[in-house]
T-cell receptor
Framework: RKEVEQDPGPFNVPEGATVAFNCTYSNSASQSFFWYRQDCRKEPKLLMSVYSSGNEDGRFTAQLNRASQYISLLIRDSKLSDSATYLCAVIPYRSGNTPLVFGKGTRLSVIA | DGGITQSPKYLFRKEGQNVTLSCEQNLNHDAMYWYRQDPGQGLRLIYYSQIVNDFQKGDIAEGYSVSREKKESFPLTVTSAQKNPTAFYLC???????????FGQGTRLTVV
């Protein structure tokens, strides 16, 4: 099983739709979880951190399910500008400054 | 403004040549990382450094070398031993602990 796995998509959704992505991780000792957004031929940019209690930022909601070892990202009221690849990232060990391990990303296309 | 600067943005190299990619950060971060991204793929870790004068191999270190003589700088050399060096190279840094990584704008290396 790969360390971090995502459905590559693409997810093609109409404007205004709600879309959700999941990301599973294999190491139960994983400590920190993040969602990044990557536009075509650009660097990844942090979208949000994922806390045990969940995290909401406007139209974006991130959840962590430790029992099932996955994190999720929910986007409500999708905009054309949300079209991008969404990468999940995990710090897999208990020591700090351990490098982030990334999934391969889920591609989202929001269609007018 | 604080950030991570990678240069050059585009780089062309002839087969058999070594080339060095620059990465500088003024975020006062201890940890720095190099990732490689191939089309449609996730980020794979090449090398990382948690402190000056120390660095560790990542998952795909063969054919690459690094140095960390200053906190601000973490250059990556792609050697002629790297069999397939054409890729998008991303440098990142992070603060101590289980924190997110911030990325530079990347260097797109093409072997001609």
């Amino acid at each position: 099983r790969k360390e971090v796995e995502q459905d590559p998509g693409p997810f093609n959704v109409p404007e205004g739709a709600t879309v959700a992505f999941n990301c599973t991780y294999s190491n139960s000792a994983s400590q920190s979880f993040f969602w990044y957004r990557q536009d075509c031929r650009k660097e990844p940019k942090l979208l949000m951190s994922v806390y045990s209690s969940g995290n909401e930022d406007g139209r974006f909601t991130a959840q962590l399910n430790r029992a099932s070892q996955y994190i999720s990202l929910l986007i409500r009221d999708s905009k054309l500008s949300d079209s991008a690849t969404y990468l999940c990232a995990v710090i897999p060990y208990r020591s700090g400054n351990t490098p982030l391990v990334f999934g391969k990303g889920t591609r989202l296309s929001v269609i007018a | 403004d604080g950030g991570i600067t990678q240069s050059p943005k585009y780089l062309f190299r002839k087969e058999g040549q070594n080339v060095t990619l620059s990465c500088e950060q003024n975020l006062n971060h201890d940890a720095m990382y190099w990732y490689r991204q191939d089309p449609g793929q996730g980020l794979r870790l090449i090398y990382y450094s948690q402190i000056v004068n120390d660095f560790q191999k990542g998952d795909i270190a063969e054919g690459y070398s690094v140095s960390r003589e200053k906190k601000e700088s973490f250059p990556l050399t792609v050697t002629s031993a790297q069999k397939n060096p054409t890729a998008f190279y991303l440098c990142a840094s992070s603060a101590p602990g289980f924190t997110e990584a911030f990325f530079g704008q990347g260097t797109r290396l093409t072997v001609v």
